[in-house]
């Protein structure tokens, strides 16, 4: 039962909560009002970067991650008496606080780790507390009590034991340390994320892709052409990697689904180096063989080196690490023909000149790098400079062009994120961050470069005939040309204040000003016959440049944490607003002005968008070592940008009353924030001392999707173009458990049960199911990733500084598809009415600890995929509902030829590890 305290508390919480977000129409006016002016500010980017170069020059600050937790708790005597004035030290840090009169204290800004607090008071024995680990925006609380002593005695040292459970945690969110990192059979982030409940190839609890916003550092990474992250993040990187999969707090904006924050490691104390060498290829089963591959361990390679320490500077440390990662794939090209041969399709006669030579069909070569430095200079300040860089060459995979490789298109993407980070801490309660970024993303997707390049002329386009390995290339080049530029400026700013014992407030603004730029650079090759090809340079609307936008968001947030004995409560309001600075018809019923005697439509700006998100979180304990924990919000994003921007030149539908011209799919620039209320309901019990139990049931009510409109012109033509029309729920739940360490065994297990229904998977399906006869009417059912069942487990034995064996089990339920009987128009049944086969992946990680030369070693060996699995989830053929064999075997040859159609075979690593740290 909930004390009349406690129920008083929560009154107190909700009535004041209420009474702000009710007077949040006038001040959203009063804010709009300012964003507007801010929103002509920021357009100009020079005037952006020159403000925020003020601001740092103004503020004589400084901090890194703008990323940290607190450590709380209570200091006592043996009688359970408070001790007032009590020292509390983190070891090996300026951090500590004393006890007020009640004996609490806290701690704030403290970076993620594991750290060993000392306990102090005169007259009573020292106590050294180990092993206690912080993590990102939670509270870790240690009571400790002291013995009095009336001579100097030893320091009494206490290792700290992690609770199983977080039972002051207010929504779903799982927590991965670099130590359980090192542990795992996996390589960058992303590896990570999926591992964690309610995760499903990229979907968070059943939303769509490009509703989680990736942040490093506490800042968003997020290209917002299409809402996922710029950077791929080597594991050695990792400090600490949060997933929230549920409800978060005000301060997290720009997703509906979900929060990845990774923090990145800082410099070290001491100089330490740590290197990274592994080998390894792809190795089928002998009755799986789906090519002809031979076993290379050559095949794909990754080289990281890491260095950290003192940078020679008083009070400074850096961190500069490099990675060399290259995967040649599993399907090998022949090169019988070059992009100059030439065929005669009317008599069959093809004319192979190529060497033969065998090389990757398709490719990825990537190197990355982190470099960052730390300064603590001054007293109270920090100050951090990092920069994260991705260069990526890769070759798609395209299997028609098995033996034209050279014709085939190279993707290059580039991406830098680098920045700022600065902390003032104004008092023992109070501290402010900033951060500024820039995030550039840079991709192009050619064969050569220059636009006039002879060789586009000498090879033509690329051609095929099925009467040669069933239509593969035999001549010419990809003639596509594809760029996307996104340059992003990014300022946030959060003040955080411990007001009282009880109450932690956090207040904070972001501001995003980006350059995104897309589209087909310098003109447009096309074919006019089997080898010539012509030029199309800036002749609108069927041949434009590449479109260019400059969207403005800006965002502001309040929130409060209330901690009472164990009673959580965490509430706030996020307000965002958002600018595309584009236009849009005013008359859409003569977009193109190409209708005579139609009212004239101009040209006119789109609106400002707003939206107010409300959030709560309450966590209330049942017993000592079980709670229960409520959540509901309101989440906004606006789509990926790239979506609403694309094919948005309305002067394209000039001749669209004459009909038999295909537009596709109009942008719309004006679109609205999709919408998203999520409720939860948990509960956290430890079972045991070593046995944590976590359940949760899960709702989400989405809004205002990406979808298609119809748009009727005065002429009584159609065109399509994109509104807010789609919608769909989610509901399921999730059951964890979390077992540390017995002797050398450990484990973990969760199981996620969900249903995802909406009126369409993507937002260009209502289209087209239009263009081909159906009926565009929406309906309920389920989504293309409705995912029922998902399994994941790990199991670990592992003796420290000798050897580590870990699994990772993954069981998906089959997805949906649309079963087909027969061909033709009407031949698909029910949409989303079949479900797929169900999948099990396994991996493995072994590794073994040395010490060789003075030098901490580990060999490790690794497995991905132990059984070969073919099938996760792919492809289907509509008419079997199987990856392996169609009713219409001569329809389908290609398909069935086509061996990227099955999940990546077994993958075999091996590799070391060397580390100079103690």
């Excluded at 309305?650 to 942008?667: A, P, R, T």
Aim: hydrophobic share 35%; charged share 20%; glycine share 8%.
């Amino acid at each position: 039962m909930t004390s009349d305290a406690e129920h008083s508390l929560l009154v107190e919480c909700s009535a004041t909560f209420y009474d702000q977000f009710q007077k949040r129409s006038k001040m959203i006016r009063l804010i709009e009002k300012l964003c507007k002016s801010a929103t002509v500010f920021l357009h100009s980017r020079e005037i952006f970067l020159i403000l925020i170069g003020l601001i740092l020059l103004q503020i004589p600050t400084v901090l890194d991650a703008g990323i940290s937790g607190k450590l709380a708790g209570q200091v006592l005597d043996e009688k359970q008496q408070a001790l007032p004035g009590a020292n509390v030290v983190i070891m090996g840090t300026s951090l500590g606080a004393a006890t007020d009169a009640d004996g609490y204290f806290s701690i704030l800004n403290i970076p993620p780790g594991t750290y060993s607090v000392q306990f102090s008071f005169i007259g009573y024995k020292t106590v050294t507390v180990e092993q206690i680990r912080v993590s990102s925006n939670m509270t870790t609380t240690q009571n400790v009590t002291l013995e009095e002593s009336t001579i100097e005695a030893d320091a009494v040292v206490i290792v700290a034991e992690r609770p199983v459970v977080e039972t002051n945690l207010t929504s779903s969110m799982s927590t991965v340390t670099t130590d359980e990192i090192e542990n795992l059979p996996v390589q960058e982030l992303q590896d990570i994320v999926n591992l964690q409940a309610g995760v499903v190839d990229g979907h968070f609890r059943g939303g769509r892709t490009g509703e989680v916003q990736y942040q490093i550092n506490g800042v968003t990474v997020n290209n917002s052409f299409d809402n996922s992250s710029s950077l791929r993040i080597d594991r050695s990187l990792l400090q600490e990697v949060q997933v929230i999969s549920g409800t978060f707090d005000a301060e997290y904006g720009q997703a509906m689904s979900g929060v990845v924050n990774a923090v990145l490691k800082s410099g070290t104390e001491n100089f330490t180096w740590n290197a990274e060498v592994l080998l390894s290829d792809y190795m089928f089963s002998s009755s799986k063989r789906i090519v002809d591959d031979k076993f290379e361990p050559l095949a794909r390679q990754n080289y990281q080196l890491s260095f950290s320490g003192p940078a020679g500077i008083p009070q400074t440390r850096f961190i500069f690490s490099a990675r060399h990662f290259s995967d040649d794939g599993y399907v090998t090209a022949e090169r019988r023909f070059l992009p100059t041969d030439r065929a005669n399709f009317e008599t069959k006669v093809f004319t192979p000149t190529g060497d033969n030579a065998e090389e990757p069909l398709s490719y990825n070569e990537e190197w990355s790098g982190l470099a960052k430095i730390t300064n603590r200079s001054f007293k109270n300040l920090e100050l951090s400079y990092q920069a994260i860089v991705n260069n990526v060459k890769a070759k798609r995979f395209d299997f028609s062009f098995r033996f034209n490789p050279d014709g085939a298109s190279i993707q290059r993407s580039s991406s830098i994120v680098h920045g700022l980070d600065l902390t003032h801490t104004l008092s023992k309660n109070t501290f402010y961050t900033l951060s500024f970024r820039q995030n550039i993303f840079d991709y192009k997707d050619y064969v050569y470069e220059d636009f006039y390049d002879a060789r586009y002329d000498s090879a033509g386009p690329s051609n095929g005939d099925i009467a040669y390995e069933i239509g593969a290339s035999v001549q010419g080049v990809n003639l596509g040309r594809y760029i996307q530029k996104t340059n992003s400026g990014v300022f946030k700013a959060a003040l955080t204040s411990q007001v009282t014992r009880e109450h932690q407030v956090k207040f904070g603004v972001e501001l995003q000003n980006s350059n995104i730029k897309f589209g087909t650079p310098d003109g447009y090759l096309v074919a006019t016959g089997a080898t010539q090809i012509t030029r199309h340079i800036n002749e609108p609307p069927d041949y434009s440049p590449a479109s260019e936008y400059d969207p403005v968001s800006i965002a502001g947030y309040a929130q409060d944490q209330v901690e009472w004995k164990d009673l959580v409560v965490r509430a706030g309001a996020r307000f965002e607003y958002f600018d595309a600075n584009a236009t849009i018809p005013s008359d859409l019923q003569n977009p193109a002005n190409a209708i005579a005697g139609a009212p004239e439509s101009k040209p006119q700006s789109t609106t400002r968008k707003v939206s107010v998100a409300p959030r709560l979180g309450i966590s209330h304990p049942i017993s000592s070592s079980a709670s229960v924990f409520f959540a509901y919000g309101h989440f906004y994003q606006m789509p990926a940008l790239g979506q609403i921007f694309s094919n948005a030149n309305y002067q394209v539908l000039d001749e669209l009353q004459e009909g038999g011209i295909s537009y596709g799919v109009l942008g719309n620039p004006d679109i609205k924030p999709e919408r998203t209320i999520q409720y939860e309901f948990g509960y956290k019990h430890a079972i045991t001392d070593f046995l944590g139990l976590d359940f949760s049931i899960f709702y989400k009510d989405i809004r205002d999707l990406l979808g298609v409109e119809f748009v009727s012109t005065y002429a009584a033509a159609e065109y399509a173009r994109f509104t807010n029309v789609d919608f769909g729920n989610v509901n399921g739940f999730t059951i964890a458990f979390d077992q540390r360490r017995v002797g050398l065994f450990s484990s973990t297990l969760d199981y996620t049960w969900q249903r995802a229904d909406g009126n369409s998977s993507d937002p260009r399906e209502t289209a087209t199911r239009a263009s081909a006869g159906e009926d565009p009417r929406p309906e309920l059912i389920p989504l293309s990733w409705d995912q029922r069942h998902t399994l994941n487990a790990t199991m670990a034995v592992q003796q420290p500084n000798n050897f580590s064996i870990s699994a990772v089990f993954r069981y998906s339920g089959g997805q949906p598809y649309t079963p087909q009987i027969g061909s033709g128009f009407g031949a698909g049944l029910e949409r989303n009415s079949g479900k797929k086969d169900n999948s099990l992946l396994i991996d493995l990680r072994a590794e073994k600890f040395l010490k060789i030369a003075g030098i901490k070693t580990s060999l490790f060996f690794r497995t991905f995929n132990l059984l070969d699995t073919r099938f996760v989830n792919g492809f289907v053929f509509a008419n079997t509902g199987s990856p392996d064999y169609s009713l219409t075997p001569i329809s389908d040859q290609v398909t069935l030829a086509n061996p990227g159609r099955y999940y990546p075979p077994r993958r075999i690593e091996v590799g070391i590890t060397l580390n100079s740290g103690l």
